[in-house]
Nanobody
Framework: EVQLVESGGGLVQTGGSLRLSCVVS????????IGWFRQAPGNERTGVAC????????KYEDSAKGRFTISSDNAKNTVYLQMSDLKPEDTAVYYC?????????????????WGKGTLVTVSS
């Protein structure tokens, strides 16, 4: 059974930084994408970043480019999302996901597993 456990959320001021972590277990196949989605109150879930498990190629949604960095520590089975220059509009629950497909944006097709999420709140 695949399990995704997120941590690292919290309250931060505008311009601050946070690093989210996602511990992945039970993933037995190769060639997956580990992604980060977020959902703000009243909004749909949208993918902000994903990384390939085979070659660590990252991909970002436009609002995340230049501010967020996704990385992977295969020895720890952990994927990170380093977020900097945070803005109030980044406030959301952030979810870790697995997918065979590269998923950025609101298309949820092909997302196999979701973590329970971690809340990020950016105060103005």
């Amino acid at each position: 059974e695949v399990q995704l456990v997120e941590s690292g959320g919290g309250l931060v001021q505008t311009g601050g930084s946070l690093r989210l972590s996602c511990v992945v277990s039970g993933l037995t196949e190769d060639d997956y994408r580990i992604g980060w989605f977020r959902q703000a109150p009243g909004n749909e879930r949208t993918g902000v970043a994903c990384i390939s498990t085979t070659d660590n190629t990252p991909k970002y949604e436009d609002s995340a480019k230049g501010r967020f960095t996704i990385s992977s520590d295969n020895a720890k089975n952990t994927v990170y999302l380093q977020m900097s220059d945070l803005k109030p509009e980044d406030t959301a629950v952030y979810y870790c996901t697995t997918s065979k497909l590269e998923r950025i944006g609101p298309d949820l097709y092909g997302i196999d597993y979701w973590g329970k999420g971690t809340l990020v709140t950016v105060s103005s």
